[in-house]
């Protein structure tokens, strides 16, 4: 049974960096797409970021492209996601999302599996 498990979340004043991690166990990670959602409070699941098998294609919703960085590392089995910048409108539950197809989609029906999520707050 595939598992995802993020860590890193935590609160931080606007401008501030932060690095959340996602580890998957029980699955092949590099046969999945691995993205980033994020559900700021009162508000529908959004995408964030995604990155394909290879980790050589991104792709960013428009509100955090140029700040925030997805990247992979298939060897240790986990997905990060790098945010500088940051922005009281960031604030969210993060989640991890795994795919199993061979490009990044920015809806979550398109994924198969999903971490508990990690609360990222920022202060203005």
């Known amino acids: 049974q595939v598992q995802l498990v993020e860590s890193g979340g935590g609160l931080v004043q606007a401008g501030d960096s932060l690095r959340l991690s996602c580890t998957l166990s029980g699955g092949t990670f590099w046969r999945y797409t691995m993205a980033w959602f994020r559900q700021p409070p009162g508000k529908e699941r959004e995408f964030v970021a995604g990155i394909v098998r290879s980790g050589d294609s991104t792709e960013y919703a428009d509100s955090v492209q140029g700040r925030f960085t997805v990247s992979r590392d298939n060897a240790e089995n986990t997905v990060y996601l790098q945010m500088n910048s940051l922005k009281p409108e960031d604030t969210a539950v993060y989640y991890c999302?795994?795919?199993?197809?061979?490009?990044?989609?920015?809806?979550?029906?398109?994924?198969?599996?999903w971490g508990q999520g990690t609360q990222v707050t920022v202060s203005s």
């Open positions: 999302a795994a795919n199993r197809g061979l490009h990044v989609r920015t809806t979550t029906p398109e994924y198969q599996y």
